[in-house]
């Protein structure tokens, strides 16, 4: 098996969890913040924060999420629901000697982040959500919703339900797909206004005929791709597609907290050209409702999805000025 990627004074660790084992990085000493990626990525996406945090003060720990790289990849699709995700997360904190710990997640990470503090406020003490705003659980079912988005088009996240679909598209170049979607949703590469949307996918198409063909976005080397690329062409994308297959379960598992609000301290991160903040403009407006905790709320001019990649320093800057006002755990 190849080596995993290194990150000076960072150490890679498995430790055991529902899903069998899961796979971090970690770095620092201090209060305990687990950060945890989204699709399509890993604990790499994180590269930038966890020496920063460790210098600020904190013992930072990035997963891979179950189902991607280092981490175990059960079979059975049922098995990615958010509440075996929530476990999965508290089981890591346990394995890493701490009763609590600040939880901080990006993208599929940010819903896992707010979901965990949200089912286990026991353990997740504070959320920072980045890109993708808390809405409380509840509403019409998502597969309803999604199949009503894009008229003559599909919404991306319909086209990944069928088993086998997507990965027919992007396993047989999983670089380039790749390559061409963290550009489609980053600031300077992504298409211009006017262009078709590349988060639907035309009637018989692929998401891939509206990627951008140009350069990699500037955060993204050729080196970082390569990373990326080779976790997945050694796991194939199953794994990582099945959360999205399982978000009608994930409403109906988390019925009963319909609606709750997310009390914890909170921060909110996003970029002003990122579709997750635009769409869900809405969810941003409902904080002081949906997140009574929230400490500090930011969405940065020019940048796109992939926040803490395309402006790493400016990031590092919200988190630790947003940890180091948390009260230290006992």
């Not at 600040?102 to 286990?120: E, K, M, Y």
């Not at 890109?131 to 894009?150: D, K, L, N, Q």
């Not at 598209?169 to 590469?189: H, K, N, Q």
């Not at 994308?237 to 959360?243: D, E, K, Q, S």
């Amino acid at each position: 098996m190849p080596q995993p990627a290194r990150v000076t004074g960072a150490e890679h660790r498995l430790v055991p969890s529902p899903a069998g084992r899961t796979h971090l990085v970690e770095q620092g000493a201090g209060p305990l913040v687990l950060l945890v990626h989204g699709f399509p990525e890993s604990w790499y996406s994180w590269r930038h924060q966890l020496g920063a945090l460790a210098a600020a003060g904190f013992r930072a720990a990035a997963v891979d999420v179950r189902g991607y790289g280092r981490s175990s990849r059960p079979a059975d699709a049922a098995s990615y629901g958010m509440l075996d995700l929530v476990e999965d997360n508290v089981a890591v904190v346990r394995a890493l000697g701490e009763s609590t710990a600040v939880i901080v997640g990006h993208d599929w990470g940010s819903t896992i982040a707010a979901h965990s503090a949200l089912v286990r406020p026991d353990v997740f003490r504070a959320a920072g959500l980045l890109s993708v705003p808390y809405a409380p659980p509840g509403g019409p079912r998502p597969s309803e919703i999604f199949a009503e988005m894009g008229g003559d088009d599909e919404f991306y996240v319909s086209y990944f339900q069928e088993p086998g679909r997507a990965e027919a598209e992007i396993e047989p170049d999983v670089r380039g797909w790749l390559g061409g979607f963290y550009a489609a949703l980053s600031s300077g590469t992504m298409p211009g206004p006017g262009a078709p949307d590349p988060h639907f996918v035309s009637r018989g198409g692929t998401l891939r005929e509206r990627f951008p063909s140009g350069p990699l976005p500037a955060w993204l080397s050729e080196d970082d791709l390569d990373v990326y690329a080779g976790e997945f062409e050694r796991t194939g994308l199953t794994g990582a597609l099945n959360r999205y297959r399982n978000m009608d379960r994930d409403w109906e598992d988390l019925a009963r907290f319909r609606g709750s609000p997310l009390t914890q301290p909170s921060l909110f991160a996003g970029g002003a050209l990122d579709a997750s903040t635009t769409w869900m403009s809405e969810a941003i407006q409902a904080f002081p409702t949906t997140m009574p905790g929230l400490v500090s709320s930011h969405v940065l001019d020019g940048c796109g999805h992939w926040i803490q990649q395309e402006r790493r320093d400016d990031v590092n800057e919200l988190l630790t000025s947003w940890l180091t006002s948390l009260p230290r755990p006992a």
